[in-house]
């Protein structure tokens, strides 16, 4: 009897370590997980469609920071809409612990920013464990420059976390291989057409920096984002900067109050761009919000943008 009992007890603490080895790099913080979070809540329509799309709708709470200003795509909307959404845009903490939440799937301005009310620092006494976007880890420390390996990482910690870790790598191989298989039948010739990355704003445009998703989209399609060299993901730069490097081709991103249409128009009836490239030769192709953002939508984009640079 004594023989049971310690076998017993060796299996519980055995189990118990195993679980409590579950962690995971979250930008410049590793977090360890000691079971499978039950109340998970993504901020943005990217975040929420990666949790989606690995099915883990099963253990959500809810959503938020969608209809603030985006769509989530129509093929997973069926699958959110048992899930309320908790907040039309970034949530306070009080919607957090209102919903029970013990995770939260955010980035820095993706649902935290530096210095906010809601981080990990200020979520952690509630219990709830924070993952942060890969790609918008350079607001807290140093990262590579962006790549499709981003995206991929999240996936595959998400499956890590959630205990999908099959699931998660049979994904993320799909769309390795599909990108892989599209660049190989790519034909490009000469030099990178000169992409920019217009987001938003008239005064002064918000665009994707060297490690911003855009960037990867650009170069896997075989073009080159000439904000390359701003080390930002998202953030403004000056028109000079933009005029000055003439970009060949525009990407719009499509969110919000302001039509791709509208930002598209506003660039071809403004003088100061007349002389621009893109503009003369009247060159836009236009990403929606969760194409341009890390999620399962990048390698459409990335077809979409080669498309538009190349006679394929």
């Known amino acids: 009897m004594r023989k049971f009992g310690l076998a017993l007890a060796i299996a519980l603490l055995s189990s118990s370590a195993a679980l409590a080895e579950v962690s995971v790099q979250s930008c410049n913080r590793t977090v360890e997980f000691s079971s499978v979070p039950q109340r998970a809540v993504s901020n943005d329509s990217n975040l929420t469609e990666m949790m989606l799309a690995l099915g883990l709708q099963d253990k959500m709470v809810g959503y938020t920071g969608v209809?603030?200003?985006?769509?989530?795509?129509?093929?997973?909307?069926?699958?959110?809409?048992?899930?309320?959404?908790?907040?039309?845009?970034?949530?306070?903490?009080?919607?957090?612990?209102?919903?029970?939440?013990?995770?939260?799937?955010?980035?820095?301005?993706?649902?935290?920013?530096?210095?906010?009310?809601v981080t990990p620092q200020t979520l952690e006494p509630f219990g709830i464990k924070v993952y942060e976007l890969t790609e918008s880890c350079i607001h807290v420390g140093a990262k590579p420059k962006v790549s499709?390996?981003?995206?991929?990482?999240?996936?595959?910690?998400?499956?890590?976390?959630?205990?999908?870790?099959?699931?998660?790598?049979?994904?993320?191989?799909?769309?390795?291989?599909?990108?892989?298989?599209?660049?190989?039948?790519?034909?490009?010739s000469g030099t990178p057409p000169r992409i920019f990355v217009y987001d938003s704003g008239e005064d002064s445009p918000f665009t994707a920096g060297r490690y911003?998703?855009?960037?990867?989209?650009?170069?896997?399609?075989?073009?080159?984002?000439?904000?390359?060299?701003?080390?930002?993901?998202?953030?403004?730069?000056?028109?000079?900067?933009?005029?000055?490097?003439?970009?060949?081709?525009?990407?719009?991103?499509?969110?919000?109050?302001?039509?791709?249409?509208?930002?598209?128009?506003?660039?071809?009836?403004?003088?100061?761009?007349?002389?621009?490239?893109?503009?003369?030769?009247?060159?836009?192709?236009?990403l929606e919000y969760a194409e341009a953002t890390p999620g399962p939508r990048n390698i459409k984009a990335i077809k979409k943008l080669a498309a538009a640079f190349w006679e394929n």
């Open 67 to 117: 209809s603030g200003w985006k769509t989530l795509d129509a093929e997973l909307t069926d699958q959110v809409a048992a899930l309320p959404e908790l907040s039309p845009k970034y949530p306070s903490k009080e919607v957090l612990i209102g919903a029970d939440a013990d995770f939260f799937f955010a980035g820095w301005n993706y649902g935290m920013r530096v210095g906010g009310e």
């Open 148 to 188: 499709m390996d981003d995206m991929y990482n999240d996936l595959l910690n998400l499956g890590h976390i959630f205990g999908v870790e099959a699931r998660a790598e049979k994904l993320v191989q799909r769309y390795r291989d599909e990108l892989a298989q599209f660049k190989a039948g790519l034909k490009v």
């Open 212 to 286: 911003a998703m855009p960037t990867a989209l650009i170069e896997a399609a075989g073009g080159s984002n000439v904000m390359d060299t701003f080390e930002k993901n998202w953030a403004r730069v000056n028109w000079e900067a933009v005029v000055e490097a003439n970009p060949e081709i525009i990407v719009i991103v499509n969110y919000g109050e302001v039509t791709a249409q509208q930002k598209r128009e506003f660039m071809l009836n403004n003088p100061a761009f007349a002389d621009m490239d893109a503009v003369k030769n009247d060159r836009f192709v236009t």
